[in-house]
């Protein structure tokens, strides 16, 4: 498979947490299985299922957690204020430091 330079994926097995931070603008799309997102500064919470999206609006702490047993495949993109895809090779990997 032929990889995508503006998408960098991300794998969560069951009962692990991701943290991002600064991430604001970065686009969430899941690809296998369900998660849950909450971000600082936020009052809701997220869940996304295969083929949903959420552009992350929190400056803050982000975080992400599979639902249930299977684990979960989310795609990274950074989205610029116009609503074009950037980039991610540098970016995704700094939000997720």
Partial sequence: MKRNPLQTNMEIC????ERLRGAVGVRLIC???TV????EGLLR??????????ILAS???ALIESIGQSG???AVEVVR???RVEDTADQSSRALA
Avoid: C, N
């Avoid at 849950?36 to 971000?39: K, R």
């Fill in 14 to 17: 069951p009962g692990q947490i």
């Fill in 31 to 33: 690809l296998r299985g």
């Fill in 36 to 39: 849950w997102i909450t971000q």
């Fill in 45 to 54: 919470d997220d869940f996304l299922s295969i083929g949903e999206f959420l």
């Fill in 59 to 61: 400056s803050g702490l």
């Fill in 72 to 74: 979960a495949s989310l």
């Fill in 81 to 83: 204020s116009d609503g």
